[in-house]
Protein backbone atom coordinates (compact mmCIF):
# COMPACT_ATOMS: atom_id res chain seq x y z
CA UNK A 1 0.00 0.00 0.00
CA UNK A 2 1.30 3.52 -0.94
CA UNK A 3 1.83 5.98 1.60
CA UNK A 4 3.18 9.46 1.79
CA UNK A 5 3.51 11.34 4.61
CA UNK A 6 4.07 15.02 5.67
CA UNK A 7 6.14 16.28 8.10
CA UNK A 8 7.99 19.19 9.29
CA UNK A 9 4.95 21.87 9.39
CA UNK A 10 4.40 24.59 12.22
CA UNK A 11 3.75 27.96 13.27
CA UNK A 12 6.72 30.28 12.40
CA UNK A 13 7.01 33.96 11.72
CA UNK A 14 7.21 35.77 8.55
CA UNK A 15 10.65 36.19 7.14
CA UNK A 16 11.47 32.44 8.80
CA UNK A 17 11.89 29.07 7.42
CA UNK A 18 10.57 25.90 7.76
CA UNK A 19 11.38 22.70 6.09
CA UNK A 20 8.77 20.27 5.13
CA UNK A 21 9.99 16.52 4.38
CA UNK A 22 7.42 14.03 2.83
CA UNK A 23 8.09 9.88 3.15
CA UNK A 24 6.92 7.91 0.52
CA UNK A 25 6.87 4.20 0.95
CA UNK A 26 6.76 3.36 -3.06
CA UNK A 27 9.14 1.33 -4.56
CA UNK A 28 9.28 2.78 -7.84
CA UNK A 29 9.66 6.19 -5.92
CA UNK A 30 12.75 7.25 -8.15
CA UNK A 31 10.99 6.77 -11.52
CA UNK A 32 7.78 9.36 -10.03
CA UNK A 33 8.16 12.81 -10.55
CA UNK A 34 6.58 14.28 -7.38
CA UNK A 35 5.42 18.14 -6.13
CA UNK A 36 4.12 19.86 -3.36
CA UNK A 37 0.48 21.47 -3.56
CA UNK A 38 -1.05 23.44 -0.94
CA UNK A 39 -4.44 24.98 0.53
CA UNK A 40 -5.12 28.02 2.26
CA UNK A 41 -8.44 28.29 4.16
CA UNK A 42 -11.16 29.25 1.67
CA UNK A 43 -9.26 28.90 -1.49
CA UNK A 44 -8.77 25.78 -3.81
CA UNK A 45 -5.76 23.28 -3.82
CA UNK A 46 -2.94 24.96 -5.94
CA UNK A 47 0.49 23.75 -7.29
CA UNK A 48 3.58 25.22 -6.12
CA UNK A 49 6.32 22.79 -6.98
CA UNK A 50 7.38 19.70 -8.53
CA UNK A 51 10.49 17.72 -9.44
CA UNK A 52 10.59 15.59 -12.03
CA UNK A 53 12.24 11.67 -11.84
CA UNK A 54 15.52 13.41 -12.95
CA UNK A 55 15.25 16.44 -10.39
CA UNK A 56 14.11 18.83 -13.07
CA UNK A 57 12.11 21.43 -11.03
CA UNK A 58 9.28 23.84 -11.78
CA UNK A 59 7.86 26.85 -9.14
CA UNK A 60 4.42 28.73 -9.26
CA UNK A 61 6.00 32.95 -9.35
CA UNK A 62 4.11 32.98 -5.65
CA UNK A 63 6.86 30.41 -4.19
CA UNK A 64 9.68 31.32 -7.00
CA UNK A 65 12.89 32.28 -5.35
CA UNK A 66 11.82 31.29 -1.73
CA UNK A 67 11.15 27.70 -1.81
CA UNK A 68 13.25 24.85 -2.94
CA UNK A 69 12.46 21.53 -4.08
CA UNK A 70 14.61 18.42 -3.74
CA UNK A 71 14.38 14.71 -3.67
CA UNK A 72 16.43 11.51 -2.22
CA UNK A 73 15.50 8.49 -4.10
CA UNK A 74 17.77 6.73 -1.57
CA UNK A 75 15.62 7.88 1.20
CA UNK A 76 12.76 7.90 -0.75
CA UNK A 77 11.79 11.70 0.23
CA UNK A 78 10.72 14.41 -1.16
CA UNK A 79 11.51 17.65 0.80
CA UNK A 80 10.37 21.49 0.32
CA UNK A 81 12.56 24.39 2.03
CA UNK A 82 10.67 27.36 2.67
CA UNK A 83 12.60 30.58 3.09
CA UNK A 84 11.69 33.89 3.06
CA UNK A 85 7.83 32.82 4.82
CA UNK A 86 4.80 35.24 4.16
CA UNK A 87 1.57 35.52 5.83
CA UNK A 88 0.14 34.61 2.52
CA UNK A 89 2.03 30.96 2.61
CA UNK A 90 -0.52 29.79 5.50
CA UNK A 91 -1.83 26.77 4.44
CA UNK A 92 -2.19 23.16 4.46
CA UNK A 93 1.06 21.49 2.28
CA UNK A 94 0.15 18.42 0.59
CA UNK A 95 2.89 16.08 -1.54
CA UNK A 96 1.64 14.21 -4.59
CA UNK A 97 3.74 11.72 -6.25
CA UNK A 98 3.53 10.12 -9.58
CA UNK A 99 1.47 12.37 -11.31
CA UNK A 100 -0.53 13.05 -8.35
CA UNK A 101 -1.44 9.49 -8.12
CA UNK A 102 -0.92 9.46 -4.54
CA UNK A 103 -0.97 11.73 -1.81
CA UNK A 104 -0.11 12.59 0.95
CA UNK A 105 -2.81 13.98 4.46
CA UNK A 106 -1.15 17.22 4.37
CA UNK A 107 0.77 19.66 7.22
CA UNK A 108 -0.12 22.76 8.07
CA UNK A 109 2.09 25.89 8.07
CA UNK A 110 1.34 29.14 9.66
CA UNK A 111 3.47 31.83 9.03
CA UNK A 112 2.23 34.86 11.67
CA UNK A 113 3.24 38.66 11.34
Known amino acids: QVQLVESGGGSVQAGGSLKLSCGAS????????MGWYRQAPGKERELGSTISKDGVTTYADSVKGRFTISRDNAKKTLYLQMNSLETEDTAVYYCAACRDRYWGQGTQVTVSS
Open 26 to 33: IAFFSACG
